[in-house]
């Protein structure tokens, strides 16, 4: 059993930036890649990145330049570095694990960008 923890979410204006976190306590010694989704109203749920255990990362194509994952394995933490944030990227934001092969979220975080 794992549990996912989201934090750092909250109303920013078009082109400012915030970091969310995500930490993992229970059992995690088998989780290899942690992932960031996100789903807007009205729009289906879709992958944002995703950070390997070694430090591999992958990105849609929609952050890419914007947005930066990282981790800290001592902390069984995840970050996304949210930069240049767009009206676009407003959406609840969820980290995600798939140890054994079951699946895990977090409870999820809203991020708003409005002026």
């Known amino acids: 059993q794992v549990q996912l923890v989201e934090s750092g979410g909250g109303l920013v204006q078009p082109g400012g930036s915030l970091r969310l976190s995500c930490t993992a306590s229970g059992s995690i010694f088998s989780i290899n890649t942690i992932d960031w989704y996100r789903q807007a109203p009205g729009k289906q749920r879709e992958l944002v990145a995703a950070i390997t255990r070694t430090g591999s990362t992958n990105y849609a194509d929609s952050v890419k330049g914007r947005f930066t994952i990282s981790r800290d394995n001592a902390k069984n933490t995840v970050y996304l570095h949210m930069n240049s944030l767009k009206p676009e990227d407003t959406a609840v934001y969820y980290c995600?694990?798939?140890?054994?092969?079951?699946?895990?979220w977090g409870q999820g975080t809203q991020v708003t960008v409005s002026s």
């Open positions: 995600h694990v798939n140890p054994r092969g079951l699946n895990y």
